[in-house]
């Protein structure tokens, strides 16, 4: 589904992606692990035509997207949920939800997007609650499952998701990510971008560890959560204590 191929991508000067290849298959779920400043959050935005590449390609169902407008890729199939869930706070529930089906209004019925607003409300129920509260004055759960809800609403082929349960309580990760494996079995594909390495693994299909813009490992998931590098890397103190006691 999506093929990137030596991607080179840089913010001014700083050399952010480094011929940097992955791909995606048709109803993964490919987890993005690795530390803080690595470039995952980059990839997703040169995905997403935010930050396009300097060089290199992405293919999209085998077309050519690297130089295309966001909104062109929004229109493909792709939506990108941002770290910072950049809601538009003014606006209702409803109102937000309504806009990530903004250029479905000229090409599908209402109903069709009706349909959709419902399938919303049943995986977050809370947002039904909540339909006509501003997104700003929500808690930080409720905003990042109107995010999630937001991009659903676009009616994704491929969602990118960049850190979803960054600051949020156990039990809302915990329903984040059951949302998640509901996107999948309803035939979502997913690129995951996730500081919890853990969380991001045990959900993942495949994954790729990144370390200053370059790919060092990918593979399995559940062949990743055992490696004895990732563990001591990236999946934090249960590993380290772990150890400690052995």
Do not use: C
Not at 33 to 42: D, E, Q
Not at 138 to 154: D, N
Not at 192 to 205: F, G, M, P, S, T
Request: no cysteine; hydrophobic share 40%; proline share 4%.
């Amino acid at each position: 589904m999506l093929n990137i191929d030596l991607i080179n991508t840089y913010y001014g000067q700083i050399h952010a992606l480094k011929d940097l290849s992955l791909h995606i298959e048709k109803e993964e779920i490919v987890a993005l692990i690795g530390s803080n400043g690595a470039g995952k959050s980059t990839l997703l935005n040169t995905v997403s035509g935010v930050t396009p590449p300097r060089t290199g390609s992405i293919r999209f169902n085998k077309t050519e997207i690297s130089r295309r407008s966001p909104e062109k890729i929004v229109a493909q199939g792709i939506v990108h949920v941002p770290e910072g869930r950049q809601l538009f706070g003014p606006l209702t529930v409803f109102e937000n939800l309504e806009l990530g089906a903004f250029l479905r209004f000229s090409r599908e019925s209402r109903k069709d997007i009706e349909k959709d607003l419902r399938y919303v409300m049943e995986l977050f129920p809370i947002l039904k609650e909540r339909r006509e509260q501003k997104a700003g004055t929500l808690s930080g759960g409720e905003q990042q499952m109107l995010s999630i809800g937001r991009a659903i609403m676009g009616r994704p082929q491929l969602m990118l998701l960049d850190e979803p349960s960054l600051g949020l309580a156990p039990l809302v990760v915990i329903e984040i990510f059951n949302v998640i494996r509901k996107l999948q079995e309803d035939r979502t594909t997913i690129l995951l971008v996730e500081q919890n390495a853990r969380a991001a693994l045990r959900i993942a299909d495949r994954a790729y560890v990144l370390e200053t813009g370059r790919i060092t490992m990918e593979g399995n998931a559940k062949v990743l959560i055992e490696d004895e590098g990732v563990k001591k890397a990236y999946l934090g103190n249960d590993y380290r204590e772990k150890r400690r006691r052995l």
